[in-house]
C-alpha cells in the first residue's frame, strides 16, 4: 500500500504550508487530481530567472528508502529560467501528458527544501 498523497492534496499541503510560513504559493496549472504531474517554479526575485522543480522519476527510490512527503521526491530540472524557457517547457509537457499541474512558491528567505523533498 502507498503512502502516497494524490496530487490535489499534496499541492494543497503545500500550498497551505508555504502561506501560513509567510510565504505566497499559487496554483498556475491545475492538473490531474489524482495522479497529475507536478512541477514547481521557485522565482529567485527580480532578473534572476526561476528554478524549476519536477517530480523525480520512481526509479531514483525505493519503498525502503526514507518516507518522502507526501510519497513524492522531486529534482531540480532548471535553474535561472526565463518565463519564455518556463512556457516552452510546459507547452512540449503539455502534448506529451497535459494532466500535469504547475506551482509558483514566493518563499521569501525559506528553503524549497522546507516544504517538500528534493533529490
Given at each position: 500500500m502507498s503512502n502516497r498523497l494524490t496530487s490535489a492534496i499534496f499541492v494543497a499541503a503545500v500550498i497551505r504550508s508555504v502561506n501560513s510560513a509567510g510565504g505566497f504559493a499559487?496554483?498556475?496549472r491545475h492538473g490531474s487530481d489524482e495522479a497529475g504531474a507536478i512541477f514547481i517554479c521557485v522565482p529567485a526575485g527580480p532578473g534572476?530567472?526561476?528554478t524549476l522543480y519536477a517530480q523525480a522519476?520512481?526509479?531514483m527510490f525505493t519503498d525502503n528508502?526514507?518516507?518522502f512527503v507526501g510519497g513524492?521526491?522531486?529534482?531540480?530540472?532548471g535553474e535561472g529560467l526565463a518565463d519564455d524557457e518556463l512556457a516552452e517547457k510546459f507547452a512540449r509537457e503539455a502534448r506529451m501528458d497535459p494532466d500535469f499541474w504547475?506551482?509558483?512558491l514566493d518563499l521569501f528567505g525559506k528553503q524549497a527544501s522546507d516544504y517538500f523533498d528534493i533529490a
Open positions: 499559487t496554483v498556475l534572476a530567472g526561476t522519476p520512481q526509479s528508502d526514507r518516507p513524492r521526491l522531486f529534482e531540480r530540472v504547475v506551482v509558483e
